[in-house]
């Protein structure tokens, strides 16, 4: 009985220390990109005109799809696709606007052109 408690500690042990040495997730599988980056954000349109040096923009993952909730009454920029650029970084794409944004998991730039209205963002985590 002694020993098959030895073993099952082992195997126990074992299987904790094989876990906490395996290769880290890498930050690009994860939804490591959503969260809040807090910095210099804008919005332009017709009627409005909004630049803040003490921004913030919250960013949410839905499918494969992004949305950036702006704060100081900017409106969101939503469903926005993303391809991965390399391991820790994604850039826009597709045609629902026209810019670049680029999104890793310490910083956000954008500068996006979506119906005649402009979003700019330069922020850090």
Known sequence: MKSMLRVLGVLLLSVVIFSSCSKSTDPADVDVFAGTFKGKVGYIDADKNISQAAGSVFVTKVGTRYDF????????LTGVEFEKKDDNTMVSVGSSGTGLITI???????????????????CNR
């Not at 890793?104 to 330069?122: P, Q, S």
């Open 69 to 76: 909730r702006f704060s100081d009454g900017i409106p969101d």
């Open 104 to 122: 890793n998991k310490d910083k956000l730039v954008i500068g996006f052109t979506r119906d005649n209205k402009a979003w700019t963002a330069d």
